[in-house]
């Protein structure tokens, strides 16, 4: 079975991706690198850049007899989602969306402008203040709920992937059908170097955020925030 593993870009979606990827791995699925026929780039993980309605076959062929995880921060259109429902009917294919406060992400996304305007880098530089960060999960957002509409989708929280790992892994095994040990996961995982982690810190938009910033973004993600 082919399981997209989708996220917002700085939402955690790395350590989601892992997590199903070491629980997959221990349950026998090796992570075997597809062809650049399939998903185009150089990537060290199985990444797909943008998602094209006649490769999904294709992709769901290659991981036929074992759990393959694909990771992906893009957007699905309306041929692809149809394409999708008709294998996911057959279960061949599922995803995995990982969820983090809109607030936090744009701290996230800040954080990683910084450092790719540090470095020369153009991936994230475009990010320089609050409202860019905004603008741009805004836009995710609207991206994010189309996975999330998906049928054979299990939500997944990095407050809960981060910080209440155990509880994660165990909602992975479930969707995935696999039995293994909670800590061997966890081992698993912290042997991988991320390109660049997102400060392990719960709910930092608590901290640092002014209260008029506070305000402000309260009121731009209200649809999206927990009703109190």
């Not at 608590?206 to 209200?222: N, S, V």
Request: hydrophobic share 50%; glycine share 6%.
């Amino acid at each position: 079975m082919l399981v997209f593993s989708y996220g917002i870009p700085k939402s955690g979606s790395t350590l989601a991706f892992e997590l199903a990827k070491a629980v997959a791995r221990l349950g026998g699925h090796r992570q075997p690198l597809l062809p650049g026929s399939l998903l185009p780039g150089r990537h060290k993980v199985n990444f797909a850049q943008d998602l094209v309605t006649a490769d999904l076959p294709r992709l769901a062929e290659a991981a036929s007899g074992r759990i393959l995880l694909v990771k992906t921060h893009a957007c699905p259109g309306p041929e692809w989602v149809a394409a999708y429902r008709t294998l996911a009917a057959q279960g061949l294919v599922s995803a995995h969306v990982n969820h983090r406060d809109p607030r936090d992400i744009c701290l996230s996304l800040l954080d990683a402008g910084r450092l790719a305007r540090s470095r020369g880098e153009r991936a994230f530089a475009e990010f320089v203040t609050l409202d860019d960060a905004v603008a741009g999960v805004r836009r995710y957002l609207g991206e994010q709920a189309v996975w999330a509409a998906l049928p054979r989708v299990l939500p997944l929280d990095y407050a809960i992937c981060a910080f209440r790992m155990a509880e994660a892994v165990e909602a992975i095994k479930a969707d995935l059908g696999i039995a293994c040990p909670n800590w061997l996961v966890r081992l698993w995982v912290q042997r991988f170097a991320f390109t660049y982690r997102n400060k392990a810190v719960p709910a930092r938009h608590e901290a640092e955020l002014t209260a008029e910033q506070a305000e402000w973004l309260a009121r731009a993600f209200a649809a999206w925030l927990p009703r109190r």
